[in-house]
């Protein structure tokens, strides 16, 4: 078996043992993986995401840093990697470092409602409230199937444009 192979096969076992609950041993796989291939970007990305999983999120940091700095990732994996890493900021109360994170990922990725909607969360932590909620307005009316949402749709994403717009009576 070729290294590439014993790599892909161990990286699947892996990520299998992950999505089977077994994060701990999921973790220890990827740990070495991530040791023998440290410019390995879907490794570094498996190994970020399960330390999430884990609760281990300041462990999870480098790992996010070296699989978006890599290449190799799948258009998906990469979304993932970006909302993992801004989130996993964020939730280090990190803001200032997740607010560009989060820039960065709509950079690259602009239309991806749950990078936005996290990104509205660590806005709203910078104190950029007007921004926080003009982002969750836009992506409530692009996105929902509320009934009663959708009935108020132009007025919700008139009030994203403008949250401060007042009307004047005449």
Same mark, same amino acid.
């Given at each position: 078996?070729?290294?590439?192979?014993?790599?892909? @096969?161990?990286?699947?076992?892996? /990520?299998?043992?992950?999505?089977?609950?077994?994060?701990?041993?999921? =973790?220890?796989?990827?740990? @070495?993986?991530?040791?023998?291939?440290?410019?390995?970007?879907?490794v570094a +990305?498996?190994?970020?995401?399960?330390?999430?999983?884990?609760?281990?999120?300041?462990? #999870? /940091?480098?790992? &996010?840093?070296?699989?978006? #700095?890599?290449?190799?990732?799948?258009?998906? *994996?990469r979304r $993932?990697?970006?909302?993992? +890493?801004?989130?996993?900021?964020?939730?280090?109360? =990190? &803001?200032?470092? #997740?607010? *560009?994170?989060? =820039? $960065?990922?709509?950079?690259?990725?602009?239309?991806?409602?749950?990078?936005?909607?996290?990104?509205?969360?660590a806005l +709203?932590?910078?104190?950029?409230?007007?921004?926080?909620?003009?982002?969750?307005?836009?992506?409530? @009316?692009?996105?929902?199937?509320?009934?009663? /949402?959708?009935? +108020?749709?132009?007025?919700?994403?008139?009030?994203?444009?403008?949250?401060?717009?007042?009307?004047?009576?005449?």
């Amino acid at each position: 078996m070729t290294i590439k192979n014993s790599r892909d @096969a161990r990286l699947a076992e892996a /990520v299998a043992l992950r999505e089977a609950g077994e994060h701990e041993q999921a =973790r220890q796989l990827l740990v @070495a993986l991530a040791d023998q291939f440290p410019a390995d970007a879907a490794v570094a +990305y498996q190994t970020a995401w399960v330390h999430d999983v884990l609760g281990l999120e300041t462990e #999870a /940091v480098p790992f &996010y840093e070296r699989a978006l #700095a890599g290449d190799g990732l799948s258009e998906q *994996e990469r979304r $993932g990697a970006r909302l993992g +890493y801004a989130s996993t900021l964020r939730g280090l109360g =990190r &803001y200032p470092e #997740a607010v *560009e994170a989060f =820039r $960065g990922g709509l950079a690259e990725f602009p239309d991806d409602n749950a990078l936005r909607t996290f990104s509205a969360m660590a806005l +709203y932590n910078v104190g950029e409230h007007h921004e926080a909620m003009r982002t969750l307005l836009e992506v409530l @009316a692009a996105t929902s199937a509320d009934p009663a /949402v959708l009935r +108020y749709r132009p007025a919700i994403e008139h009030y994203a444009r403008d949250l401060d717009a007042v009307e004047q009576a005449e």
